[in-house]
């Protein structure tokens, strides 16, 4: 029934928990890191602007704030089962696509159609605003993993996820927003006193040894 | 680490819910989905007996009781995703065929091994066992959709879902236990005063007369 | 300690629940509003430039992302409170803009402090964003309100809020994209089989002819 | 609509939850928050009255019971907020103050008005039962910090509020009873074996060296 | 551990929840009940003292504050079975009364054990506090059932407490608070629009007919 | 009305948590419960089978799956009242049964009647499966408490349930599953990094030496 099924759908973004089955001190419903990766690209697009490089706003904002609609079609699914098997994970984002699409053509009138499809695409490409999303991304995963090991979370998959969201993030290097989350952000975020607070600088420095980085914490000095 | 994994993954299934992202008045857990199943089952097993069928019980109450087991390598995914696509389907009974087996390779000492393959396998065979997990699956589908509906919830979908589940339960119309939900648990279901009592009613009915069962429903009378 | 500090506060919005002190069957956090909104006046921004209108989608974005950022600084205030009186309002909104100040001092490297000194500034002017932000505000308030009524929620508090909302959307009845959402999603929200559906009508049509607006509901044909 | 309103008012405050916006382990509702003052009033009081002084009982229990039933009409407004502006908390003292009058003159018959103006009205003041009520307010903040502090909560905001909490307790320390929570009961809760048990007993240390208490702890001993 | 173990006992009143096992739109703790009864039992008691009757307003409160701190030692049970075997019901009231006294003799220095012992006990005696007790307890009892009953509950378990505790307020008819009660706030309470409210107003009347009250409800003018 | 009540009555089990009353990171429902003891029940049965004894599945599946069933009438007694004194643990049980036999009457057909009487009658006997039944139910136990532990849960109560749940499973310590727990699974539990690693290995050794058993811990290796 149009627009209106569009406006309640996102609602249910609201009702989607990330990571299941494992227990967490604190749930993010995909609404809400929605948010928090937009809140994330915009400050990273500020620092690009600021070195001198051209950001397409309306792009990056499009990006960042539609990267994880399609949850709505498909749910939460598990990180190792999407990773597990390269076919599965082709044809995972081929049926996101397809509903995605079926959705538009059934909902939005004809004049916005274009536009939609143009919006619930992946977004995750090679542009300095797709790149900027795959950053932001993984900076919003890397904080939810860090909130659960600084509270004491007994479960791996945390340092997993906080290891495998910071290579990520490496990945990306050369780019000037993700070496002022390195050298300004990062050593704020394992100076306090928490936890597990060693063991997470010393999972850092391996990672960041192992991407060439050379990084001087704050706290070394 | 061995049996220890395998215990404490049992919790997992404590913190999967069912149907997420949609507004429910209740949630349930694939944990508490599994217990009420093999209760459901080991009444129609009853039934069955009491019938002059002979009932495997340690069969039943295998596969009753690990029917789900699997969601704890791949979570949950949505219903229509499930079924979308008879190819992704497949693929994803595959992939959760292929975690569990390696899971318990991992996990379990050889001697273990083989029993546990035949456990966590897919138990809805053509068996008098698997039949009755079919149907126990979706009565308990069945209760956790009229559950909503009586509360008022506005989701078209739990009507969706009783219809899609007594639907299904009629194709095993021919058993003795679905025949004894049929003229003597659902006439009780449907009789108390709740909103949409008259429509579920109407629903109910209709999808009877479709698989041409006589039913007269208590209250009537 | 910088950056960081402005990356975890956004994890405070997620703690901030909107509405506090009334039974409600669905929580809305703070960030998830920001989400919703800011998708929202994606939309109703693409209704304008589909009519003729020039978006300046930079700002638009900008305002609706941010527009409750400062509610980290000064919690949940109850509507009745905030308005009750013009003195306290006035001084409420310098508070907040006066932490909100402090804030930006205090955590952004001077190079950020005069980009986020606007951005996070009131959002809601004259301009045609800055009007679309004001509607979109109040469709998610619309919806988070018609939300408890479809449920049956008995507090009168959630019919009120539907019809403030609708009454202050109804201020910018000149906007194209108002006047699509009278004509192309209202009805829609209203035509649903609910709980209280014919009083909801009711109150729309109410609401509209007190703004002389002419609405044919889909449902009257 | 009269004492009906009142009563269900009650229940509003079972839905306020206190120090929103933060990561805590527990959540306590302001309906609790105040049967734990007035519990924690009752055994300061007696301790009082065993050393020799009069209390008032019927005012203790007044004033306590109902010191934050204001929030219903205000809500919860975060600390730092009412403190950082002397000016807005006068005014928002004010703001309270004159919406229970309000709310009092509209729903209570006129033969109870007077008796709970009395009742609802700030009674912090410098009798012994006001200044009960003080310590009283932050003895269950001072174990609501504790609680969040001894679980490993990472925010060092309860670290601050715990700090406060204890300094204004010392700003009575000539009370009796407050001299028996320092002697007998403030050493009871360090003693355990939690979480950041030295650095909290470091910092009560200081608070009452600051306030030139000698307190000899019994884990001293 | 003395007192420190008295005050920390205040919160597991907080995480113990009334009527478990049955689906309820909201939850009640025992603390949140107990501030809600002591406010009732305040109002009640000027009730009793505007209409000419003593009121020893420190036993007052001291009872409702107290009455069911001992669900501390023996927790949450069903009423069915508490009163289902009065034997039973003797036996648990005994055990309930032994934890108390060794709770307060293994906790409480010598000098306040005899006070408390006395504030522990059962206080639904046959003073005019004990009654104004019985009445306070129930009044929030039918408000509690009240407000699953007007969203829509469909246990009929609601139904019968509502019936229940209005049964147990009419034993106490001849009070003058009682009869305030029945004159001026059931009425309101029935007056609204909610789900079931003719069905529940009807159940008012019978119980109401039985117990000889003429009542005229406002709703009949 | 019939096994409909039955069915129903399951879902309850969903709403009743285990040890109310104490702060937990993790709550579990009775449902949750019973799907796990059966679980590991079916483990320990095969660990059994596996060594040469003969295993009535039939039997131990319906001991496990039924044995807190009973909850649903009585609900959730704490511990300490349960066993504190032996008189009105007799009375509890008893209460329990006719509770329990009163309910089959009600609710169950004659031809189910005796079925159900056995099925839900106490499964704890001098059986393999009865003594399965007991070590199942304490090892779920066992790993509830554990969970709160390492995540540093300051409640002694729960070190006080691990010391519990670990004595009573070492009074069967000549099963053979007892053997396979001991020397398999436990070291795997206690081998983690944790809060309270230490602790919790120290109290472990102890408890076996109590019980005479020769304990190597594999992380003595």
């Not at 997993?160 to 002022?180: C, G, H, N, R």
């Not at 597990?196 to 420095?205: G, M």
Request: charge should be negative; aromatic fraction near 12%.
């Amino acid at each position: 029934m149009g627009i209106h099924e569009y406006f309640k759908s996102l609602s249910d973004l609201e009702k989607i928990y990330r990571c299941p089955g494992k227990f967490k001190y604190e749930e993010h419903s995909v609404a809400e890191h929605s948010f928090k990766v937009t809140k994330v690209a915009q400050f990273l697009g500020t620092v690009e602007e600021n070195r001198g490089n051209k950001v397409n706003w309306k792009a990056l904002y499009e990006k960042a704030l539609n990267h994880d609609y399609a949850e709505i079609f498909i749910g939460d699914i598990k990180t190792p089962v999407k990773y597990a098997d390269p076919d599965l994970r082709d044809r995972l984002a081929h049926v996101e696509e397809s509903m995605t699409q079926h959705f538009i053509q059934q909902e939005f009138p004809e004049e916005f159609q274009s536009i939609y499809h143009e919006r619930l695409k992946e977004g995750k490409d090679d542009t300095l605003e797709g790149k900027i999303l795959s950053v932001a991304d993984k900076v919003d995963l890397l904080y939810e993993s860090f909130g659960e090991i600084q509270k004491g979370n007994p479960e791996s998959l945390f340092t997993e996820i906080y290891q495998e969201s910071l290579d990520t993030i490496l990945k990306f290097k050369e780019m000037a927003s993700v070496q002022y989350f390195l050298t300004e952000i990062l050593p704020d975020l394992l100076k306090g006193e928490f936890t597990n607070q060693a063991e997470l600088e010393k999972i850092s420095r391996a990672i960041l040894k192992n991407h060439e980085v050379e990084q001087t914490f704050a706290i070394d000095e």
